[in-house]
C-alpha cells in the first residue's frame, strides 16, 4: 500500500465521517391533512369535537374530552372512520411530500391512531408514519387510547438523534413544539397566531414551497 493510497483512504474515511444524514419528522393533521376531529364534528354537527391540539396543549385531557362526548352521542369508530374516507389530503400536500422525499429521508409523527390512519396513507403515498393506538370495544365504542411511548413526538426525535440523525420537524399546534425545539432545525407550518407570536424562534411558513426550501436549504448546508 503506497503512501498516496494511504492518505486518500484516510481522506475517504474524513468524508464519510463530515457527511450529515438528516431526516424530516413531519405532523400530519393540519400540515398534510385536513383536522380529523374538525372533519367529524361538522359531519355529526357536534362542535364540541372542533377542539384539538391547537387549542388544548394537554392531550391525555384533550382525548378524554373527546371520548366523554362521543360516548354520550353514542358515537364510535365506524362512524369516524366514515368520515376519514371522505378526507383527501390537502392541495399540493401530496406533491410537497413527493419531492421532500425525494431529497430527504421523511417520516410523519403523529398523534393519530392507527384506526385513523390508513386511507389518509394510501392517498399520500405511503410515506412511513409513527402514530398511536385506540382502544376500542366490540361493539366500536372507543374506550381509551394508548400512546406509542410517552412524548411520542419528542421521544422518537430523539431516538433517530441517537442513532446518527440530525432532525428536522415541522408541525402547527403545542404537541409538535417539543420535536420542533430539539431538532437541528424546526419550522412552524399553518400554526395559530397565538403559537407563531409565542414561539418567534421559529420561521412560520403558510406555503408548501416555502417550507420545502426551507428544508432543501438546511440539508445542502
Not at 484516510?10 to 450529515?20: A, C, D, G, N, S
Not at 371520548?67 to 365506524?78: F, W
Not at 399520500?124 to 398511536?132: A, E, K, S, V
Not at 385506540?134 to 400512546?147: D, H, R, S, W
Amino acid at each position: 500500500m503506497t503512501f498516496d493510497y494511504v492518505i486518500y483512504f484516510l481522506y475517504l474515511i474524513y468524508i464519510i465521517e463530515e457527511i450529515i444524514m438528516y431526516i424530516t419528522c413531519l405532523d400530519l393533521e393540519g400540515v398534510l391533512v385536513p383536522e380529523i376531529w374538525i372533519a367529524f364534528a361538522d359531519a355529526v354537527g357536534i362542535p364540541e369535537l372542533r377542539r384539538t391540539t391547537r387549542d388544548e396543549p394537554d392531550y391525555d385531557k384533550l382525548m378524554k374530552y373527546r371520548i366523554d362526548i362521543l360516548k354520550q352521542h353514542g358515537l364510535g369508530l365506524k362512524e369516524i372512520q366514515a368520515t376519514i374516507e371522505k378526507i383527501d389530503p390537502l392541495p399540493g400536500a401530496k406533491e410537497f411530500l413527493d419531492e421532500l422525499r425525494a431529497n430527504c429521508q421523511t417520516i410523519i409523527i403523529s398523534d393519530t391512531f392507527d384506526q385513523f390512519a390508513g386511507p389518509l396513507m394510501k392517498k399520500l403515498g405511503l410515506p412511513t408514519i409513527f402514530c398511536n393506538t385506540l382502544e376500542v370495544a366490540p361493539n366500536g365504542e372507543i374506550t381509551g387510547y394508548k400512546m406509542r411511548c410517552e412524548k411520542s413526538k419528542l421521544t422518537t426525535v430523539k431516538a433517530l438523534q441517537s442513532i446518527g440523525y440530525e432532525t428536522i420537524a415541522s408541525g402547527d399546534s403545542f404537541n409538535d413544539l417539543g420535536m420542533i425545539q430539539a431538532s437541528k432545525a424546526g419550522y412552524l407550518f399553518r400554526s395559530t397566531e397565538s403559537i407563531i407570536k409565542e414561539y418567534p424562534q421559529f420561521p412560520a411558513f403558510t406555503e408548501y414551497s416555502e417550507l420545502l426550501n426551507a428544508i432543501k436549504k438546511e440539508i445542502s448546508k
